[in-house]
């Protein structure tokens, strides 16, 4: 979902995923993770919270205010050749809501994010594995 991040940031993201204790959509869960990375390792919003040096510095809402264009615009820099805007990847989603109608279950029930989140891990490591080898390929042509 990120890949402009850099060969090190999307290893990182998916270990921070890994260890669990997010709930939700797998699109969600990433975004905010992305978010707080890139606040607390590429912004100074860490030091702008002991800005005074005694540890009374800015309040969590007024730096992340300061920092929020950094991170906003990093976030879609990375976003930049993201499955979004692959066309197959929109026909899954559709596919996926439809069966969810189908079937009559809720979007928020537990079981049915569970089971769309794996589709779409499963979707997306062929998408990844894809890219890697259209890369391979322009590199190659160079």
Not at 4 to 18: A, H, I, T
Not at 32 to 60: A, F, K, P, Q, W
Request: glycine letters at 10%; charged letters at 30%.
């Amino acid at each position: 979902m990120y890949p402009g991040c850099g060969p090190g940031w999307s290893q990182r993201m998916v270990e921070r995923v890994r260890r669990g204790g997010h709930f939700g959509r797998l699109g969600e869960i990433a975004g905010l993770l992305v978010d707080t990375m890139i606040r607390h390792e590429m912004t100074d919003y860490d030091r702008l919270l002991r800005i005074n040096g005694s540890g009374h510095g800015l309040t969590r809402e007024e730096a992340r205010m300061v920092v929020a264009a950094e991170v906003r615009d990093t976030a879609a820099a990375w976003r930049q050749g993201s499955p979004e805007a692959d066309q197959a990847y929109a026909e899954f989603r559709r596919a996926v809501a439809k069966r969810r109608q189908k079937t009559g279950r809720r979007k928020d029930n537990p079981g049915v994010i569970a089971n769309e989140n794996a589709d779409v891990a499963t979707f997306l490591e062929g998408w990844l594995a894809r890219q890697t080898v259209q890369k391979a390929d322009e590199r190659a042509s160079v």
